[in-house]
């Protein structure tokens, strides 16, 4: 077999990348982009992680390439200007080697009716979860009584939409429970448990995200259900970001997780080689 790609050198060329395409952020440059990003991607670093990939080289450039002449900055993305755009997609490109051969949730029923995810709900309720999630209301009402509450308690809660999806996958739980346990061990008195802002996600979703403006990338870790987002920027207020950041980056260097900064949320990808023992922790865990 070949040698699996080097990740960390590839995670500090998108790094280096992301601040070449930072310099040549305005629209004069246009030209100047499109030459530096064919160049760099043809680097060894790079190169080896996207033909990795079913795209490929050839179409990972290509959809890199369209993603950036259709970007539209809005307060939506979480890519806020274009080498957040570069960075977010490149990075994506891990969960895609990672998960390339496992099957997509194409649509909402799909999701909602897989044995291989299981109901949030039913374990928060045996407070079997150690982590918060809220979900989205589902109705008009319900969507005015959460503008109400943000109203007169603005940062009670992260400012998200929530889960349309109250699924995950049992070794995402057991991942996210680990993460939950470990930071209330470490953060500060009073802060807050973990806060999860997006799970699974079918292909019919993502792509109703893009219409609406967010940087939803395709193919995608949360359409496989290997993904989660999770709450950075409100644990500032309790002095807890940091830790939290450097608990998702020490877990990404131990090879367990793919970590990407999106701002306000960050953005995890579970590792197969983690897999089996986090399934193990789930049935141990639940007694199942």
């Known amino acids: 077999p070949a040698p699996a790609p080097d ?41 080896a992680v996207l033909d990795a990939t079913p795209q490929g080289l050839i179409g990972a450039r290509e959809t890199l390439l369209l993603e950036m002449a259709r970007y539209q900055p809005n307060d939506r993305t979480s890519a806020t200007d274009l080498s957040a755009l570069v960075r977010i997609y490149l990075l994506s490109r891990i969960d895609v080697l990672w998960w390339q051969d496992a099957p997509t949730f194409v ?15 039913w374990l928060r309720r045996r407070d079997l979860l150690r982590f918060r999630y809220q979900e989205q209301p589902a109705t008009m009402l319900g969507r005015a009584a959460r503008g109400l509450r943000r109203r007169l308690r603005p940062d009670a809660t992260p400012r998200t939409a929530g889960l349309l999806f109250r699924r995950a996958r049992r070794e995402v739980v057991a991942l996210l429970n680990d993460i ?61 970001r940091e830790a939290l950041a450097e608990l998702l980056l020490s877990r990404q260097e131990a090879g367990e997780l793919n970590v990407i900064d999106e701002g306000q949320a960050w953005h995890l990808c579970l590792a197969p080689t983690a897999r089996r023992r986090l399934r193990r922790a789930y049935e141990a865990e639940m007694g199942v």
């Not at 649509?107 to 709900?121: A, I, M």
Request: hydrophobic share 45%; glycine share 6%; proline share 7%.
């Open 7 to 47: 990740l960390p050198a590839y995670r500090a060329a998108v790094a280096d990348l992301d601040q070449q395409v930072g310099a040549l952020a305005d629209a004069a440059s246009t030209r100047a982009r499109q030459v530096l990003i064919d160049e760099r991607l043809r680097e060894p670093a790079l190169a």
């Open 107 to 121: 649509t909402d029923d799909q999701v909602n009716g897989s044995p291989e995810l299981v109901d949030l709900e």
């Open 180 to 240: 939950g346990r470990e930071f209330a061990a470490v953060a500060p008195p009073a802060t807050p448990p973990l806060w999860v802002t997006s799970l699974v996600r079918s292909a019919e979703h993502q792509y109703r995200l893009r219409r609406l403006g967010y940087a939803a990338m395709l193919p995608s870790g949360h359409c496989l259900g290997y993904s989660a987002d999770v709450e950075l920027a409100w644990f500032e207020r309790f002095g807890a």
